[in-house]
């Protein structure tokens, strides 16, 4: 079993011509926590979101051709909404390639862009299944590959998204003392064990602690630091 996570965008620059009214109200989506299929045509997307939710009520109740029902969570944190909608016929495609490989969802879905509509997938498979589902998404939207690894399913989700080489300056960091306290080895003294240059592995190491913090902290943590 594998795991890939990449980064996928539609052509047109939106899942769903709901999402463009949805971008009008100031409203943002944050991630998707889960995804169902009705037998009817319609989907159930539990979403994070971000923004005004009575915006979101009223771009909502202005589309009943498209909107089946929704319920919102105010008490949550982030605001946590469930739609019931028709998809339009590009969404209703991907989400026909993502049913017909033998390939699971790691959830949440993560939009790291709003407009165009950008989000992370990360997926667990045999490679054979995934190659499939990648290659037949690719006929809809741009992806650009951000990991592939062997699948751990005891090894935490922000570890298996390091690079190999990250993973082995982390390794040898945690092995060498320098997240001891007193610290027992420098980047001069890690970089002679890895054979790299010393601003190298500071630069490793950055990217790691910021991926490291950024699974640990609540999103809305991060966005209201920034």
Request: contains cysteine; charged residues 25%; hydrophobic residues 35%.
């Amino acid at each position: 079993m594998w795991e890939v996570s990449y980064v996928m965008t539609p052509d047109r620059g939106y899942f769903d011509r709901a999402e463009t009214i949805v971008w009008e109200t100031g409203v943002q989506l944050e991630s998707i926590r889960s995804m169902e299929f009705v037998s009817d045509g319609s989907v159930v997307i539990v979403y994070e979101i971000d923004g005004s939710v009575d915006a979101l009520r009223r771009c909502l109740e202005d589309a009943p051709e498209k909107v089946v029902d929704y319920v919102v969570a105010r008490d949550a944190d982030p605001v946590v909404i469930q739609i019931r909608f028709y998809p339009d016929e590009t969404l209703k495609q991907l989400l026909s390639v993502q049913r017909s490989f033998g390939v699971s969802v790691r959830f949440p879905i993560r939009y790291v862009r709003q407009d165009p509509a950008s989000v992370e997938i990360v997926e667990v498979g045999p490679r054979e299944e995934l190659n499939g589902r990648i290659r037949e998404t690719r006929k809809l939207s741009s992806i650009h590959i951000e990991h592939v690894h062997p699948y751990h399913p005891s090894t935490p989700r922000w570890f298996a998204q390091l690079t190999d080489r990250q993973q082995e300056v982390l390794r040898t960091a945690v092995r060498t003392g320098y997240y001891r306290v007193p610290r027992e080895t420098t980047h001069e003294d890690l970089a002679e064990e890895l054979d790299c240059c010393a601003s190298t592995v500071g630069q490793h190491l950055r990217r790691i602690e910021a991926q490291l913090v950024a699974s640990i902290l609540p999103a809305s943590s991060i966005t209201e630091a920034t």
